[in-house]
């Protein structure tokens, strides 16, 4: 059975900094595209941070910059690291997984998602 599971979450003020984290099983998770995805209300899901199976990274125009992803495949976990938080940012942020590992910012047909993490930032 495959799990995906966010946390870390949670609210702060504007420049503030928060670290999300996803743990993954059921997946040979080192070849797996993993990714961090944000959806707020009235808003389209945005794809915020990719990671290939080679570590390759892609971050969205919106977040480079402020935003780090980064996996531990020994771990099956995925982290992203948020600094300089904007009200903006303001979202749930899930990570979701794809079993081909490359070229993740192109993809749109995740298999696996998690529950995902509020995240809050107030001005």
């Known amino acids: 059975q495959v799990q995906l599971v966010e946390s870390g979450g949670g609210s702060v003020q504007a420049g503030g900094s928060l670290r999300l984290s996803c743990a993954a099983s059921g997946i040979t998770y080192f070849s797996y595209c993993m990714v961090w995805f944000r959806q707020s209300p009235g808003k389209e899901r945005e794809g915020v941070a990719f990671?290939?199976?080679?570590?390759?990274?892609t971050y969205a125009d919106s977040v480079k910059g402020r935003f780090t992803i980064s996996r531990d495949n020994a771990k099956n976990t995925l982290d992203l690291q948020m600094t300089s938080l904007k009200p903006e940012d303001t979202a749930m942020y899930s990570c979701?997984?794809?079993?081909?590992?490359?070229?993740?910012?192109?993809?749109?047909?995740?298999?696996?998602w998690g529950q995902g993490t509020q995240v809050t930032v107030s001005s």
């Open positions: 990671i290939d199976s080679y570590g390759s990274i």
């Open positions: 979701a997984a794809h079993p081909w590992g490359l070229f993740c910012s192109e993809r749109t047909d995740f298999n696996y």
